[in-house]
């Protein structure tokens, strides 16, 4: 679960499984005469719109700190519980596309090893010695992807992981900040030839963000963002957040991203 703390005292909160949506609303749209389209498409695609479905249980059943705040999905335990969510996700997605399975797998692990070198901007969080049931995790899950990857060709794998790893930090631009600010996200592959670029983000009013270099087939892509506003930050207990984000109903944030030379 993404959780913003607001300045005006309420909790916004953004389920992981609807930001990842957001991010293959992304991937569905890039490519263009400089920007080579992903490939193969639907997997891509498929794999970056459910590449956080191992948080779909928690996400069933929020919980709180002992300081009565609910964490933001950095701050939850990935204890033994959410990494058997984790491995789930993997076999799930890989029944119905080993494709898109290997590439969900491949971000999991690679979120605990800064993303194994993908993106230099923005820098990301080290992470530092990883507990050891966490380096089990990462160890069975890369022998499976390694045994699945055989099928498939390594350098668009390696693309295709670099492109996710975008989509997803592009998404969670939107999604984190309750004040956008101009970031820089990248390198972003611009083909399968080796060629990339940094993507500049700069917000010029209201939910409006202006795109350079521009990597989509529209001329303007509108990203629409669910989430719930809570009207507190502090709760007695678990149950007392749950019944607060249960009878919140959802609303929805709409980000508009702009080509430069047309805006």
């Not at 679960?1 to 607001?6: D, F, S, T």
């Not at 060709?153 to 492109?163: G, K, M, P």
């Not at 972003?188 to 990597?215: F, H, M």
């Not at 506003?229 to 207990?237: H, M």
Request: charged fraction near 20%; charge should be negative; hydrophobic fraction near 40%.
């Amino acid at each position: 679960m993404i959780v913003r703390h607001e300045s005006d005292g309420s909790t916004v909160m953004i389920t992981q499984n609807d930001h990842a949506l957001v991010s293959g609303l992304f991937a569905a749209h890039w490519g263009n005469a400089s920007f080579e389209r992903a490939h193969p498409y639907q997997s891509v695609v498929r794999a970056t719109s459910f590449h956080d479905r191992g948080w779909i249980d928690y996400e069933t059943s929020p919980r709180v700190h002992a300081d009565g705040h609910t964490p933001n999905y950095r701050d939850v335990p990935n204890d033994e519980k959410q990494l058997r969510a984790f491995r789930w996700a993997s076999d799930w997605l890989s029944g119905i596309d080993p494709y898109a399975g290997l590439l969900s797998a491949r971000h999991r692990s690679g979120l605990y090893q800064n993303r194994y070198g993908a993106i230099t901007h923005p820098a990301l969080v080290n992470r530092g010695t990883l507990p050891e049931d966490i380096k089990t995790f990462i160890a069975a899950s890369e022998t499976q992807q390694a045994q699945a990857a055989v099928a498939f060709n390594t350098d668009e794998l390696s693309v295709n992981y670099n492109l996710l790893q975008v989509w997803d930090m592009m998404s969670l631009y939107v999604c984190s900040t309750p004040n956008l600010a101009p970031a820089t996200i990248g390198p972003a592959p611009k083909n399968y030839r080796g060629d990339s670029v940094l993507l500049s983000l700069t917000p010029q009013e209201t939910n409006e963000i202006q795109l350079d270099p521009w990597p989509f087939d529209v001329p303007e892509l509108v990203a629409n963002v669910v989430y719930r506003r809570l009207g507190k930050q502090i709760f007695v207990d678990d149950a007392d957040l749950r019944e607060a984000y249960f009878k919140t109903a959802p609303a929805v944030m709409a980000f508009r991203f702009v080509n430069r030379i047309h805006a």
